[in-house]
DNA sequence: CTAGGGTTAG
């Protein structure tokens, strides 16, 4: 390599070039003639005496040689042969006193270009500054044009800035070149100084700065320009013009782009294509549309983006129909035999939901390109068909189509919705193969991960990831909320808040850690984050902030933001009902369904779980019927186990536990264990322990592991005072690992059964046991004496003390001031004896006590709890 | 002017 070749290599970054620049614009410009050699960037050789200038070579008949030896090289050139060219040049070089000339140099730039050969082109410019060639304005041009089209940018602009009297075609050259790959601002860098050198913009030059102006959002910037468009004359310039609506429009102004648009006297299909995919891009495909359909209408021509555009807009539109009406005029003229309509026609059928239509497209397409494959993976995994998305990777595979990044990032989609680990994995390992590692690929990457459950993997990816964007944080964030890991969400939120700004995604992806938490301070906190930021028109994040005041008992701020809210969706409703419910109200739940129903809101899925709960709940076994059989036959939605779960309950709260098991039996789909645990909490209820040894025996079978199913067997057995089975199941259970806390004065304090840490641990026993021995004197239950059968009385009693709850329970009463709630969270199912206690202590301390365990909260009064003995 | 991808509530 020679020296020359050095000197490119060794370049300064960008920033000094524009530092540059600017000594060569007010102290070397006039002396700037020739090209810096390998000499340190800042210096610059002086024109060599000895040069002979390239162009004399052309005029010198002198050196038939030298004029041969060019002649060739130019042969070559023209065959497009390069490398024999080459061998040429550098020979050439080789030989004493001869000059290859300036034209033959054009060539072989231009060859080089075309070819996109930067090592060769490189090669030329070390041939070109070794012989001290003199770097005019058209050979500086083809330099740059070389090192542009090789995708050498950095070289492209270093020689750019030596080339003097610039003429406009250049300066637009390279700004382009800038805007191709996103540097926009550095385009309009070049603009001003275009501007201040006193070089005159063409309308390619507004077309790009229009373009890079509404990338940067510099939309003040933009209406300088439109001046200048106005003052030098180009108002009349479609193609200006044009792309000055198109400005408009991306900066989310449609007013001043349809004011352009009205104004224009002569439009052209491109004007109309801009008008529709302007409309689009603002929400408003239906005017698009309309745009399209007066095209149509007063036969003006249409060309294939107007198809791509319209096809686009139907898609964002929804409905299927229009889709329908476009891809029937398309086949008139022709325009389906194209790949890139028909790539967007089949994205449009897959996104309006309909595959089998895109399916066909598909398969009646000649031609498909990696686009084709993504549209229908991606299709496939938006309505959920994982396995077909993650066939249709295979086949294309198989076909030799090369996935990129978009291709992949679909599929992770699929494999996340599909619950699927494994093939995840190894996408991942393809991506890592494949050097795919972009930053939405990450993102998906992270995203699958926290849908299959694994958030070691998420934080894996998250942390390797040099550049993270807001939807980094969020997609791990969510992910650790909904992974039950709120304490992990909340952790990471703080600490994203040292590095970046969240916005709205973030407030909803960490509320539910805060409700889960029943972190109510916290939550408090986001939500005057989310006053202070004006977030509160974002129903999406509204929603979950009345979800977060439900979870952490305060519903009636729920209910007055619930109030407050002048657009409320179907979720608003579903949070505020299934809100009422967990925490007792049955009968306003059931109101409040029906006041939604009058609003004409259509119900899904979980609306009608919740009404459904609310009824179980409230003993309402006919609205029940009447709400289920609303669901099955005039919405047509097959029940779920979460449906199926509400009517056994409800049937087993009205006794009737026969009817509840035949109803299982006739299930659709196999019933799971919180199914026959219904059944199974309706016979402790009852009584009925025939009936429970059936469905305990079903249970065991689905699930041996779950302890939580052999102590309700346990408490069926005291209840009806079989000792020796309640022996004989206790013998094989393992201690349950409950654990409740309880907030007080911000401070979370932990408990868990049988750990004596606390400090107040002794005084908590003691304080439980004077109640529990009270609780005996007044007689208040007898279903205590079960507790622990084979144990003597006072073991049983501590036993019970030990109990998680209690013990948050007790701490409330050593410490908060008399009079205020006791509120504590735990993290299962309450257990019986608890329950018991805690009604106990609400009547003889004349204290309320709030308890929320895994399904529902348990208000303690005077004796009762909300939740009627479930 | 011109096709496809990632994050969010019950």
Not at 244 to 264: E, P, Q, R, T
Not at 270 to 290: H, P, R, W
Not at 644 to 668: H, N, P, Q
């Amino acid at each position: 390599m020679t020296k020359t070749t050095t000197f490119i290599f060794h370049l300064s970054p960008n920033h000094q070039i524009k530092t540059q620049n600017h000594l060569i614009r007010h102290k070397n410009v006039k002396h700037q003639l020739n090209f810096p050699s390998q000499l340190p960037s800042s210096t610059f050789i002086p024109i060599s005496p000895t040069k002979i200038p390239s162009t004399s070579s052309l005029i010198s008949p002198s050196n038939h040689q030298i004029t041969n030896h060019n002649a060739e090289i130019r042969k070559f050139c023209q065959l497009g042969n390069l490398q024999k060219a080459m061998d040429l040049a550098c020979n050439f070089e080789q030989v004493q006193d001869t000059v290859i000339d300036s034209k033959t140099y054009c060539d072989l730039l231009q060859l080089c270009a075309e070819s996109k050969a930067l090592h060769h082109g490189k090669q030329v410019h070390s041939l070109m500054i070794s012989r001290t060639i003199e770097i005019d304005s058209v050979l500086g041009s083809k330099l740059v044009f070389m090192y542009v089209s090789c995708g050498d940018l950095v070289n492209g602009r270093r020689v750019f800035d030596n080339v003097v009297s610039k003429n406009v075609f250049l300066w637009n050259f390279m700004m382009n070149a800038y805007a191709k790959i996103g540097e926009y601002e550095e385009s309009v860098c070049l603009f001003k100084l275009m501007q201040e050198l006193g070089v005159e913009p063409d309308s390619y030059t507004f077309t790009c700065m229009f373009k890079c102006v509404a990338a940067i959002g510099d939309g003040g910037l933009g209406l300088v320009m439109h001046g200048s468009v106005l003052k030098l004359g180009f108002g009349f310039d479609n193609t200006v013009v044009n792309s000055l609506i198109a400005f408009y429009f991306k900066c989310g102004s449609v007013d001043n782009a349809c004011k352009v648009f009205v104004k224009m006297p002569d439009r052209d299909v491109v004007t109309l294509n801009c008008m529709i995919s302007g409309y689009v891009a603002n929400g408003l495909a239906e005017k698009g549309f309309e745009v399209f359909k007066e095209m149509v209408g007063c036969k003006v021509s249409v060309d294939l983006s107007t198809m791509v555009i319209v096809v686009a807009a139907c898609a964002s539109m929804g409905g299927v129909s229009s889709g329908r009406m476009v891809h029937a005029y398309a086949v008139k003229g022709g325009f389906d035999e194209k790949m890139k309509f028909s790539n967007t026609l089949l994205d449009m059928y897959s996104k309006c939901g309909d595959m089998d239509s895109a399916l066909k497209v598909f398969k009646n397409m000649n031609e498909r390109s990696v686009v084709s494959w993504t549209s229908m993976i991606a299709g496939y995994a938006r309505v959920g068909k994982s396995d077909d998305a993650i066939n249709l990777f295979l086949e294309m595979k198989k076909e030799g189509v090369k996935p990129d990044t978009f291709t992949v990032t679909s599929i992770l989609h699929a494999c996340a919705s599909n619950g699927s680990l494994e093939k995840g994995k190894e996408v991942h390992s393809y991506i890592t193969e494949n050097k795919m590692q972009s930053l939405v690929v990450c993102n998906a990457l992270m995203d699958m991960y926290a849908k299959c459950g694994s958030m070691e993997d998420a934080y894996s990816v998250f942390s390797d990831m040099v550049f993270k964007d807001i939807v980094s944080w969020n997609t791990m964030i969510g992910g650790y909320s909904k992974n039950s890991l709120p304490n992990e969400a909340l952790d990471l939120f703080t600490k994203m808040q040292r590095e970046i700004t969240p916005d709205n995604v973030t407030m909803t992806c960490i509320l539910p850690a805060c409700a889960s938490l029943a972190a109510l301070n916290k939550g408090r906190e986001i939500h005057g984050h989310i006053l202070r930021k004006g977030l509160t028109s974002d129903l999406y994040l509204v929603n979950t902030l009345v979800d977060m005041y439900v979870k952490c008992d305060r519903l009636f701020i729920a209910k007055s933001l619930f109030d407050l809210m002048t657009v409320k969706d179907v979720v608003t409703w579903t949070v505020m009902i299934a809100g009422y419910c967990i925490h007792g109200f049955g009968h306003e739940a059931v109101l409040a369904f029906k006041k939604m129903q009058e609003k004409g809101i259509k119900f899904n899925e979980a609306s009608f779980t919740s009404v459904l709960h609310a009824c179980s709940h409230s003993g309402l076994v006919q609205e029940g019927w009447k709400f289920y059989n609303l669901m099955v036959n005039d919405y047509k939605i097959e029940p779920k186990l979460e449906h199926y779960g509400c009517m056994v309950d409800l049937l087993c709260r009205g006794g009737k536990l026969s009817e509840a098991y035949k109803f299982i039996k006739k299930m659709t789909i196999k019933p799971d264990v919180t199914i026959w645990g219904a059944l199974l909490c309706g016979c402790r209820f009852h009584h009925d322990v025939k009936l429970a040894e059936i469905v305990a025996e079903k249970i065991f079978e689905l699930e041996p592991e779950n302890m939580e199913y052999y102590m309700l067997l346990a408490d069926i057995y005291s209840e009806t005072e079989k000792w020796e089975e309640v022996k004989t199941l206790r013998n094989g259970i393992r201690n349950n690992t409950g654990c409740s806390w309880i907030e007080i004065k911000g401070k979370v304090n932990i408990f868990v059964a049988g750990n004596k840490d606390n400090p107040e641990a002794k005084k908590i026993e003691s304080l439980l046991e004077n109640l529990r021995m009270e609780m005996n004197k007044d007689g208040f239950s007898r279903k205590l004496k079960y507790a622990l059968a084979d144990k003597n009385d006072m073991e049983k009693e501590s036993a019970v003390c030990g109990h998680s709850e209690m013990l948050a329970v007790g701490f409330g009463l050593l410490t908060l001031p008399p009079g205020r709630t006791i509120r504590v969270t735990k993290n299962v199912k309450v257990c019986g004896d608890c329950h018991e206690m805690a009604k106990f202590i609400s009547k003889n301390v004349g204290r309320q006590i709030v308890l929320r365990d895994c399904n529902r909260f348990h208000h303690f009064k005077d004796g009762f709890c909300s939740c009627r003995g479930c």
